[in-house]
């Protein structure tokens, strides 16, 4: 694959995390406009989310026929998302909403998936993954920094849609315009893992399956922050709907400032940064849950930096650690599917724990999924890998 067209693959990851991740900021608005109480969006969250899953494993399956014009379908996909965000605006019902951003959500995934695949096939597969998951991280906090601004500046809902989708749109016509301009190269027929195949461990059940749990309860976690930060902040903290969406333009800055850092950082292993992020997490949203509710607007949005800042490298770093540790190269596509279980009942399960507690819990909701991931991770990095042992 040229050098263009990877490229190309690498920013679309921006436009789905735009078209992603502008609903949460919009959850206030959508409650009082539609009069449902926004304990009921995890609801919306959940077919989102559920979208992306179906979609995602469906071009998993349909990526084995070489037949498929895979990047049109990407691009079709990431145009259909901008498309549905651009009339998020003008959705009337609690019902249309949740079609919509299943639909949304169905797009991401194949746009993910897709994307995903198709650079791992790069023989600079490592930094590929970790610059295209910086470029979503700048997508993901592009979306609530557009609506917190033009919130102040007193734009009407429909119009912050027709932006978002218009800048998610221009990002698809863009890869559209470098996938054109690329040129296919041949593919190399010798296998690039064949000098570091006999480095690589035996197929451990046990181990795979602790990986499995950390990197589901991460993306629970993070996805969570990503639906719910705007309106605990809002209604629990009294934080204005600008600001809150703010804030969780911190989060995602704090998690791009991370993932860029490890485009460059030559780490000896991934066991290591894996505990260190971990531990950061568990601290900040410590210091969240103590201090928060005192907290100015800017002490809360060094919190909310300090845990985009322990989040940002953990899911690409799990990828990284599964592949190099197992030589069963499947195991990395089921970890994938790990992530997305996560992203679909970490929403559903927060909204029913608000409904038995209160939304105010959330800080020791996330310190609760956090210390599963702790435990989960102490298990996968607790044992040295043989590449790491042979690399010491």
């Not at 995903?116 to 910086?134: C, H, K, N, P, V």
Request: aromatic residues 10%; proline residues 3%.
């Amino acid at each position: 694959m040229s050098k263009t067209r990877k490229i190309a693959l690498v920013i679309s990851l921006a436009g789905f995390a735009v078209t992603a991740n502008t609903l949460p900021s919009l959850v206030t608005w959508f409650s009082d406009s539609l009069s449902i109480p926004s304990k009921w969006f995890g609801a919306v969250f959940f077919v989102q989310y559920g979208g992306f899953t179906l979609c995602s494993i469906g071009i998993g399956k349909l990526q084995k026929r070489k037949d498929l014009p895979l990047v049109g379908i990407l691009i079709f996909a990431l145009l259909l998302a901008s498309i549905g965000i651009m009339l998020i605006g003008t959705i009337g019902s609690f019902f249309a909403l949740a079609l919509l951003m299943m639909m949304v959500g169905g797009a991401g995934g194949s746009v993910e998936s897709i994307g995903t695949a198709l650079l791992s096939e790069s023989d600079e597969q490592g930094r590929m993954i970790y610059t295209s998951q910086f470029l979503f991280a700048v997508g993901a906090f592009v979306a609530p920094l557009i609506v917190g601004v033009f919130m102040k500046l007193g734009s009407t809902v429909p119009r912050i849609g027709a932006i978002i989708g218009g800048f998610a749109a221009m990002v698809g016509v863009t890869v559209m315009i470098l996938v054109l301009m690329g040129k296919e190269e041949k593919r190399s027929t010798a296998n690039p893992d064949a000098m570091t195949t006999n480095l690589k461990g035996a197929y451990h059940g046990a181990t795979f399956r602790w990986m499995f749990i950390a990197i589901m309860a991460y993306v629970v976690m993070e996805s969570v922050i990503g639906s719910w930060i705007p309106t605990f902040l809002e209604k629990a903290y009294r934080f204005s709907p600008s600001d809150s969406s703010l804030m969780l333009t911190s989060f995602w800055i704090g998690l791009s400032v991370s993932r860029f850092f490890y485009i460059y950082f030559k780490k000896k292993s991934t066991s290591v940064p894996l505990d260190v992020h971990t531990l950061l997490i568990l601290v900040s949203l410590v210091l969240f849950a103590v201090v928060g509710r005192h907290a100015t607007i800017v002490s809360m949005a060094i919190l909310m930096w300090l845990i985009g800042l322990g989040c940002g490298p953990v899911w690409p770093l799990l990828i990284e650690h599964c592949a190099t540790r197992f030589e069963d190269m499947h195991l990395v596509m089921y970890l994938v599917g790990a992530g997305s279980i996560g992203a679909i009942v970490g929403p559903a399960i927060t909204s029913a724990l608000f409904g038995m507690l209160s939304l105010q819990s959330l800080p020791y909701i996330l310190i609760a999924y956090t210390l599963v991931m702790a435990l989960a991770m102490v298990q996968v990095t607790r044992r040295r890998t043989t590449v790491e042992a042979v690399g010491a």
